[in-house]
Nanobody, 121 residues
Framework: QLHLVESGGGRVQAGGSLRLSCVAS????????IGWFRQVPGKEREGVAC???????LYADSVKGRFTVSRDNAKNIVYLQMNSLKPEDTGAYHC???????????????WGPGTQVTVPS
């Protein structure tokens, strides 16, 4: 069975940093594009970043220059380094895997349960 599990969330003051991890089991991540999304209750899931199979990346305008997505295929992990965090970055962060190219639209094939990030105002 294919599973994704996120970790690394927490509560951090504005301006701080967190690194999220997305670990895969049951399949090799290097066959997939991996996206990071965040969701706030009452709002649609928002694409934040994506790393393609070849390593190219895609970011939402709201996180460019602050967030970095990377992959370690040997460890089957994708990371999201989040710096200069803002209160509007608060949300449940989910990683998703899809067979084809990167996108910030949430039409992914597999999803993790999410990890909460809270940046108080």
């Amino acid at each position: 069975q294919l599973h994704l599990v996120e970790s690394g969330g927490g509560r951090v003051q504005a301006g701080g940093s967190l690194r999220l991890s997305c670990v895969a089991s049951g399949f090799a991540l290097d066959n997939f594009a991996i996206g990071w999304f965040r969701q706030v209750p009452g709002k649609e899931r928002e694409g934040v970043a994506c790393v393609a199979r070849g390593g190219s990346t895609l970011y939402a305008d709201s996180v460019k220059g602050r967030f970095t997505v990377s992959r370690d295929n040997a460890k089957n992990i994708v990371y999201l380094q989040m710096n200069s965090l803002k209160p509007e970055d608060t949300g449940a962060y989910h990683c998703g895997a899809r067979f084809v190219r990167c996108t910030l639209e949430d039409n992914y094939d597999y999803w993790g349960p999410g990890t909460q990030v809270t940046v108080p105002s």
